[in-house]
């Protein structure tokens, strides 16, 4: 079997930078708490809960002052900052700088008397660390969320980081339609994000086969699945190597691997090899 790799696909620069800051805390302090799991990728996880970091769902788990507190790459709440220094921890804050941005952008419309509109998965940390920069910001995941917008106020728009351009544009146009008299936009997507998606969207009209590696809990990995699905049914998420079933590579003879943005070269390097195996 012949196996193509994306051009661009693995660890993004936000997910690399989270990682290392990681890294670096833990060699310095003892106590290092993760605000949620550092990365959607649960090799990752338990490498570093390995070298000491504790992941927590809620600073409530915490007790006072016994250590510090890293905010991963998704960011966290205004009110869980504020939570983590009333109860004497010390924070390192790894939030990736394209998720800072779409903060300060939904905060600064806010002041400028928008109501905030994200386009994203609500349950998704990201989303939920920008609703919580200011009063009254409203997620809309799909087109049915747009008509409970008011239809009185100005909306200011941003997206979440890792959702494809056709979704945001399909999104706007659909709130354009509806007919809001004034909107402002401002385009908060990823370009790393972008461009593993237009890599992994070419490569799989290639191939026989498609593989998407990441968690399940990875939005980016999701959005790179579901995107590839569309163009080739022949489309599979997998988590690594040993969730490989050869029954899906029978009969075919060239494979496209691509990995989400939380995915280690590890795991892509160990999955090839196998592939290359058969
Ligand atoms: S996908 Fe983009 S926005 Fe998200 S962590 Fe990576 S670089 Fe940052």
Redesign the pocket.
């Known amino acids: 079997m012949k196996v193509i790799i994306a051009e661009r696909c693995g660890f ?4 690399t930078n ?1 990682i290392k800051i990681a890294e670096s805390t833990l060699e310095k302090n003892h106590t290092v708490f993760s605000l949620g799991e550092i990365i959607h990728n649960k090799d990752v996880v338990s490498r570093l809960a390995g070298k000491g970091l504790k992941t927590v769902k809620d600073i409530d788990e915490i007790s006072d002052n016994s250590g510090t507190v890293l905010i991963r ?1 998704h960011g966290a709440t205004n009110e869980q900052i504020k939570k983590i220094r009333q109860k004497g921890l010390e924070i390192v804050d790894a939030t ?4 800072k941005r779409l903060q300060k952008i939904a905060k600064s419309m806010y002041d400028d008397g928008y109501t905030v509109v994200i386009i994203g998965d609500k349950g998704h940390p ?1 989303v939920q660390a920008v609703v919580g920069q200011a009063d009254g910001i409203i997620v809309v995941g799909n087109e049915g969320d747009i008509l409970n917008l008011p239809r009185d106020k100005k909306l200011g728009i941003v997206c979440q ?2 959702q494809s351009p056709e979704h945001f544009a399909r999104m706007l146009a659909e709130i354009v339609k509806n007919g809001f008299t004034e909107l402002k936009v401002v385009d908060t997507l ?1 370009n ?2 972008k461009k593993r998606q237009t890599c992994a969207v070419e490569l799989c009209r290639q191939v026989d086969v498609m593989f998407v590696l990441g968690g399940l809990h990875s939005a ?1 990995t999701r959005k790179l699945a579901e995107l590839c699905k569309k163009h080739n049914p022949n489309t599979f998420h997998l988590q690594n190597a040993d969730e490989l079933d050869i029954r899906i590579v029978f009969g075919k003879s060239l494979a496209g691997v691509t990995a989400g ?1 939380s995915t280690p070269k590890w795991v892509i390097d160990e999955f090839v090899e196998r592939l290359l195996k058969l």
């Open positions: 993004c620069p936000g997910v989270a790459s990736c700088i394209l998720v990201e980081t890792t990823c790393e994000a980016n943005a």
